[in-house]
T-cell receptor, first 113, second 116 residues
Framework: DGGITQSPKYLFRKEGQNVTLSCEQN?????MYWYRQDPGQGLRLIYY???????QKGDIAEGYSVSREKKESFPLTVTSAQKNPTAFYLC????????????FGQGTRLTVV | GDSVTQMEGPVTLSEEAFLTINCTYT??????LFWYVQYPGEGLQLLLK?????DKGSNKGFEATYRKETTSFHLEKGSVQVSDSAVYFC???????????????FGQGTILTVHP
């Protein structure tokens, strides 16, 4: 099936540990995005990438890191520097152009225990 | 920078009622505007979009008109159904030109609950 695939669906992390969330796409999208969703705060942009080997910080990049070594993959690492990492994380992909639709994965729910 | 503001929720309606969810934006240039919908436990999916002033996007009975003079993109539906219960997000892209090329900014979301 085509689309945006996020894994795992649920993830538990101990305090002080780094954890990596996977996002893969087979839609040949140039752009990929990571958002964090918290109740009452909507979607906040963490990082985005328009092209392989390049990415930009979003509005809440502190405590997160990304890489874009392949067009199909855009993993997000939640580092120990992120003070409140428990949230729902959404990955999206989009074709070129400001008027194009974004396609979202099913999300990863991260819980710090 | 770019920003999107949606009306406070949650919104609770009876089936067949009229729906309006307000959305206003701040952006330089000429952004594209979107409405996305999120059903419980899922990612977002596009509901409709408009790419220039006075354009009307429509889908599944929902409509929204791009009003540049009031910087608004309000979502409307004439008769809601129980199956419309979801979270609705307004979003914009391309508002700040080259410095924010490709950035997709969302509002805080509005929870809609429709009762039979």
């Amino acid at each position: 099936d085509g689309g945006i695939t996020q894994s795992p669906k649920y993830l538990f992390r101990k305090e002080g540990q780094n954890v990596t969330l996977s996002c893969e796409q087979n839609l040949n999208h140039d752009a990929m995005y990571w958002y964090r969703q918290d109740p009452g705060q909507g979607l906040r942009l963490i990082y985005y990438s328009q092209i392989v080997n390049d990415f930009q910080k979003g509005d809440i990049a502190e405590g997160y890191s990304v890489s874009r070594e392949k067009k199909e993959s855009f993993p997000l690492t939640v580092t120990s520097a992120q003070k409140n990492p428990t949230a729902f994380y959404l990955c999206a992909g989009r074709g070129r152009g400001e008027n194009t639709e974004a396609f979202f994965g099913q999300g990863t729910r991260l819980t710090v225990v | 920078g770019d920003s999107v503001t949606q009306m406070e929720g949650p919104v609770t309606l009876s089936e067949e009622a009229f729906l309006t969810i307000n959305c206003t934006y701040t952006a330089t240039g000429y952004p594209s505007l979107f409405w996305y919908v999120q059903y419980p436990g899922e990612g977002l999916q596009l509901l409709l979009k408009a790419t220039k002033a006075d354009d009307k996007g429509s889908n599944k009975g929902f409509e929204a008109t791009y009003r540049k003079e009031t910087t608004s993109f309000h979502l409307e539906k004439g008769s809601v159904q129980v199956s419309d219960s979801a979270v609705y997000f307004c979003a914009l892209s391309g508002g700040a030109g080259g410095t924010s090329y490709g950035k997709l900014t969302f509002g805080q979301g509005t929870i809609l609950t429709v009762h039979p």
